[in-house]
T-cell receptor, first 114, second 113 residues
Framework: NAGVTQTPKFRVLKTGQSMTLLCAQDMNHEYMYWYRQDPGMGLRLIHYSVGEGTTAKGEVPDGYNVSRLKKQNFLLGLESAAPSQTSVYFC?????????????FGPGTRLTVT | GEDVEQSLFLSVREGDSSVINCTYTDSSSTYLYWYKQEPGAGLQLLTYIFSNMDMKQDQRLTVLLNKKDKHLSLRIADTQTGDSAIYFCAESTIYNQGGKLIFGQGTELSVKP
């Protein structure tokens, strides 16, 4: 049981390049999330999904797209990377139908855009 | 709107107690949480408290909730160097769809030997 895994762990992009971050979970969770973490700003929600084939915008969605084609995978895309997207990205998941929501986090992807 | 605020840094000596504070604005909270992030890792749930409770104790951890002042605190007794981490306060509310949590900025706890 690997929990939540993220690929890649590190990446350096040039401005304007594109990339996709992959999140996978093996806990059969319905809900999945993408956050970014920046110093002094905590965790900010980018996009989230409440089930296969559905996605929704979070607090800071601009410049990012997501897809949830399979229940276990949640992809985060950057179409044209900007230096402001330099951050640490975390994926998380949690089962549906709860009142107490324990989110399970991946180890993070450190992205630098030059 | 919903907002969760924390101070950014706290430094204590090994063996002392640490108190990390958090304020929130949404009175419709269902649960309030403390997550711990160790260096280079993702967040892990440390403890939580239901919104109709005042206090919860779990070994070295004590969570206090003052609903009137919308203030949450985490006390760590006999703080060890292994407690050095970033601690995030978070809340879930009855209005948040999809299990969303609102996180504070995180408090970096530094424990000096």
């Amino acid at each position: 049981n690997a929990g939540v895994t993220q690929t890649p762990k590190f990446r350096v992009l040039k401005t304007g390049q594109s990339m996709t971050l992959l999140c996978a979970q093996d806990m059969n969770h319905e809900y999945m999330y993408w956050y970014r973490q920046d110093p002094g700003m905590g965790l900010r929600l980018i996009h989230y999904s409440v089930g296969e084939g559905t996605t929704a915008k979070g607090e800071v969605p601009d410049g990012y797209n997501v897809s949830r084609l399979k229940k276990q995978n949640f992809l985060l895309g950057l179409e044209s990377a900007a230096p402001s997207q330099t951050s640490v990205y975390f994926c998380a998941s949690t089962p549906a139908g709860q009142i107490l929501y324990e989110q399970y986090f991946g180890p993070g992807t450190r992205l630098t855009v030059t | 709107g919903e907002d969760v605020e924390q101070s950014l840094f706290l430094s204590v000596r090994e063996g002392d107690s640490s108190v990390i504070n958090c304020t929130y604005t949404d009175s419709s909270s269902t649960y309030l949480y403390w997550y711990k992030q160790e260096p280079g890792a993702g967040l892990q749930l440390l403890t939580y408290i239901f919104s109709n409770m005042d206090m919860k104790q779990d070994q070295r951890l004590t969570v206090l909730l003052n609903k009137k002042d919308k203030h949450l605190s985490l006390r760590i007794a006999d703080t060890q160097t292994g407690d050095s981490a970033i601690y995030f306060c978070a809340e879930s509310t009855i209005y948040n769809q999809g299990g969303k949590l609102i996180f504070g900025q995180g408090t970096e706890l530094s424990v000096k030997p």
